[in-house]
């Protein structure tokens, strides 16, 4: 079962020691709270261990102007890569700064891009080789929303495209974009705005796709949500009880209860010290030498 709101919520009001009858800290503002705490404490800490947790590629099919937008969800308006793919083949694309450029259609170097506001310019305009231009950014964590306003999957039909969920919110309409979040650690975003061409919803309800666009990973179970949005928490699950306990944190100086709070930070710094021991680095170790026990030098002669 995927760590979501329901099981964050319990966290937050046991480290908080809030009790139940309590009406400051609704479930509304608990999760606005958390939401903000994600992107302010829990994202960067991802981001400095540098081992690829929110990668996502974006392709985008060549122009002839040369000029793409730098995707709207990239965590701090960033590119961690960029490349052009043909196929199976990749052309990594070298970075430039607009002032080392004297034509704006030719690369100083090898085929390039540089940045301007939140626009990419590719040099060349159209590159020799390529089909499409990938964007490799920091794809930011969806904001978290309650169970039933996602939709889990209970069918999958890749042939038609129709995935069938166990209730499909009344709200939804062929004019929302939807992305698509594994229910297992580690909650991958498995496509990101994705349209739909017929929707019925309610119990059972049902969701027609391109049947292309149904990412190959997709399984009964995973979660399907409106554009920046999922039920489940998309960090890896071991960051769970730092992101409650830094949500308790803000509670807590909001009360002014400065012995919890003191309690809490000093959590928070033990937590830190131990999670960043855990997810980095993702390979812990080098590679196996192999060796060949038939070798010539092992033969005797």
Same mark, same amino acid.
């Given at each position: 079962?995927? !760590?979501?709101?329901?099981?964050?919520?319990?966290?937050?009001?046991?480290?908080?020691?809030?009790?139940?009858?309590? =009406?400051? !800290?609704?479930?509304?503002?608990?999760? *606005?709270?958390?939401?903000?705490?994600?992107?302010?404490?829990?994202?960067?800490?991802?981001?400095?261990?540098?081992?690829?947790?929110?990668?996502?590629?974006?392709?985008?099919?060549?122009? %002839?102007?040369?000029?793409?937008?730098?995707?709207?969800? %990239?965590?701090?308006?960033?590119?961690?890569?960029?490349?052009?793919?043909?196929?199976?083949?990749?052309?990594?694309? %070298?970075?430039?700064?607009?002032?080392?450029?004297?034509?704006?259609?030719?690369?100083?170097?090898?085929?390039? !891009?540089?940045?301007?506001?939140?626009?990419?310019?590719?040099?060349?305009?159209?590159?020799?080789?390529?089909?499409?231009?990938?964007?490799?950014?920091?794809?930011?964590?969806?904001?978290?929303?309650?169970?039933?306003?996602?939709?889990?999957? *209970?069918?999958?039909?890749?042939?038609?495209?129709?995935?069938?969920?166990?209730?499909?919110? *009344?709200?939804?309409?062929?004019?929302?974009?939807?992305?698509?979040?594994?229910?297992?650690?580690?909650?991958?975003?498995?496509?990101?705005?994705?349209?739909?061409? %017929?929707?019925?919803?309610?119990?059972?309800?049902?969701?027609?796709?391109?049947?292309?666009?149904?990412? *190959?990973?997709?399984?009964?179970?995973?979660?399907?949500?409106?554009?920046?949005?999922?039920?489940?928490?998309?960090?890896?699950?071991?960051?769970?009880?730092?992101?409650?306990?830094?949500?308790?944190?803000?509670?807590?100086?909001?009360?002014?209860?400065?012995?919890?709070?003191?309690?809490?930070?000093?959590?928070?710094?033990?937590?830190?010290?131990?999670?960043?021991?855990?997810?980095?680095?993702?390979? =812990?170790?080098?590679?196996?030498?192999?060796?060949?026990?038939?070798?010539?030098?092992?033969?005797?002669?």
């Amino acid at each position: 079962m995927a !760590f979501t709101w329901t099981e964050l919520i319990d966290d937050i009001k046991v480290r908080g020691m809030f009790p139940t009858s309590q =009406s400051t !800290f609704t479930t509304a503002r608990l999760l *606005s709270l958390t939401n903000a705490t994600l992107r302010s404490k829990v994202l960067p800490l991802v981001d400095k261990v540098r081992e690829g947790y929110y990668s996502y590629d974006v392709d985008t099919v060549l122009n %002839a102007t040369g000029i793409y937008n730098l995707h709207t969800r %990239a965590v701090g308006g960033k590119l961690l890569d960029a490349c052009l793919v043909s196929g199976d083949e990749r052309f990594d694309l %070298a970075k430039y700064s607009e002032g080392t450029i004297k034509n704006y259609d030719q690369a100083p170097g090898q085929a390039g !891009f540089y940045l301007k506001r939140s626009q990419v310019f590719l040099l060349p305009k159209v590159p020799a080789s390529g089909s499409s231009f990938r964007q490799t950014i920091m794809l930011r964590p969806p904001t978290i929303v309650a169970q039933d306003s996602a939709a889990r999957i *209970s069918a999958i039909n890749t042939v038609s495209g129709v995935v069938t969920c166990e209730t499909v919110p *009344s709200s939804w309409t062929t004019s929302n974009l939807f992305d698509m979040v594994q229910e297992p650690a580690h909650f991958d975003t498995l496509a990101i705005d994705l349209p739909i061409t %017929a929707i019925s919803t309610g119990a059972s309800g049902t969701m027609t796709f391109t049947a292309a666009n149904l990412p *190959s990973r997709l399984a009964v179970g995973d979660w399907i949500g409106l554009r920046g949005e999922s039920p489940v928490i998309q960090v890896p699950v071991e960051l769970n009880p730092l992101l409650a306990q830094e949500v308790a944190n803000i509670c807590l100086r909001s009360q002014t209860d400065a012995n919890a709070l003191k309690l809490g930070i000093d959590e928070v710094k033990e937590m830190r010290e131990e999670i960043k021991s855990l997810i980095t680095p993702r390979v =812990s170790s080098e590679g196996k030498k192999i060796t060949n026990r038939s070798g010539i030098l092992r033969r005797g002669i």
